[in-house]
């Protein structure tokens, strides 16, 4: 089994570019960026990672206003 990485930089903007891909095969807009995120004391930067983030309740986009 292969792991895949989302916690890089290179992975989450991956991530967050599947996400958004994904909803807009399906006419629906996702906005989504990446946020860092530091582990360790005092944010020494060290283990750092990425998370990705988007606008979306409940794992669907916002609705569209009419």
Known sequence: MTQTDHLSEEGAR?????????????????????APITFGAAGDGKGAA???R???????????RA
């Not at 967050?16 to 989504?32: C, F």
């Not at 988007?54 to 569209?64: H, K, L, W």
């Open 50 to 52: 990425f998370a990705v």
């Open 14 to 34: 991956a991530l967050a570019r599947r996400i958004r891909d994904y909803w807009r095969e399906r006419d629906r807009e996702a906005t989504t960026f990446i």
């Open 54 to 64: 988007s606008d979306m309740i409940n794992g669907y986009p916002r609705p569209v």
